[in-house]
């Protein structure tokens, strides 16, 4: 159903990335796999409002538009004092690998998309891209930020969790980068060192550890930012 775009060479793209540590990739599937999958995220039913609330603690709000206007004022205000210096996010999501318990299940189209990102065309894909041997599985979730949503800095550091690379897979149909949710790497003293805006159809990639953020999403912005989003493991969850 979703194929690599066949006129991407890795291997010719793989000094870049290596010398970098990051890539943004435009055209990553080909375009019949984007626009249908891109369809399928902009009405794509089940998200729920991924929220940190404190250090080690997540809330999936699956009745986060139901709640009062005060309930929802209430942990928004919260979320945006704590975000002023502590890791915090606030963004849409559907998690497509280890839903949690009770999760609505998921889109057909969606359960495709997954299936393709861990399966063998894309994971030869990044092993080439990369020259990394190790990557045998790719999680994913598929993410919405609206106005107001925002993903501060972090590393993605989990050596639990045996990630090696995070990626994000572009679909959005139109963006600016000054509507923000631009993905942001920033260096020891927060300057940002580079940016990728949201291009559709592109495949951000890099190596974990890195230290980004995605920028917040500006009121005026002309559409939600929609994206597949995961990591490259050196296992599967279950071993």
Known sequence: MFKVDPGLNPHELAPVFRRFGRMHIPGILDAPSAQRLGQGLLTAQGWSRAVHVDEGRDVDFADFDEATDEERAAVEAATYAAARDEFRYMFDTIRLSEPPEGAPPVDPL?????????????????????????????????????????????????????????????????????????????????????????????????RVPQRHAVSLVAPFAGGPRLAITGWIRARPPQD
Do not use: C, K, Q
């Open 110 to 206: 969606l359960e495709a998309a997954a299936a393709f990102l861990r399966g063998p065309e894309f994971l030869a894909f990044i092993r080439a891209l990369t020259g990394d041997e190790r990557p045998v599985y790719a999680d994913a979730m598929a993410t919405r930020y609206l106005p107001g949503h925002f993903l501060t800095a972090h590393d993605d550091r989990a050596d639990h969790l045996d990630r090696l690379y995070a990626y994000v897979l572009n679909l959005t149909p139109r963006w600016r980068a000054d509507w923000g949710g631009v993905l942001l790497f920033l260096d020891e003293e927060d300057h940002v060192e580079e940016g990728y805006v949201p291009v559709f159809n592109s495949l951000n990639i890099f």
